[in-house]
């Protein structure tokens, strides 16, 4: 069984950080692409970040604010989130495109989210 499991959420005041991280365990093979989604109250699930390589891609609304990382290694994948904004309060979620065994395809894996809140 393959699994995501995100730690590191919780409530923090305008301006402060929050790091939030996201491992991968189970019967691995390869790991491509990471990254990290999230959900307002009401709201669809968007992007936040995503690294693949050693490319990274990330939302209009936390470029210059958030950065994603990733230990290939240990197969986790960092969100450092500094000078956070009311309007970043979320369900956060880790997302990884993982395949298990050499002749299998990438499948989409998801966590199961963790709470950021941005409140004084």
């Known amino acids: 069984q393959v699994q995501l499991v995100e730690s590191g959420g919780g409530l923090v005041q305008p301006g402060g950080s929050l790091s939030l991280s996201c491992a991968a365990s189970?019967?691995?093979?390869?790991?491509?692409?990471m990254g990290w989604y999230r959900q307002a109250p009401g709201k669809q699930r968007e992007l936040v970040a995503t690294?693949?390589?050693?490319?990274?891609n990330y939302a209009d609304s936390v470029k210059g604010r958030f950065t994603i990382s990733r230990d290939n290694a240990k197969n986790t994948v960092y969100l450092q989130m500094n000078s956070l904004k009311p309007e970043d309060t979320a369900v956060y979620y880790c997302?990884?495109?993982?395949?298990?065994?050499?002749?299998?395809?990438?499948?989409?894996?998801w966590g199961q989210g963790t709470q950021v809140t941005v409140s004084s």
């Open positions: 690294i693949s390589g050693p490319w990274t």
């Open positions: 189970g019967s691995i093979f390869s790991i491509s692409a």
């Open positions: 997302h990884a495109d993982m395949k298990r065994n050499r002749g299998g395809n990438y499948a989409s894996y």
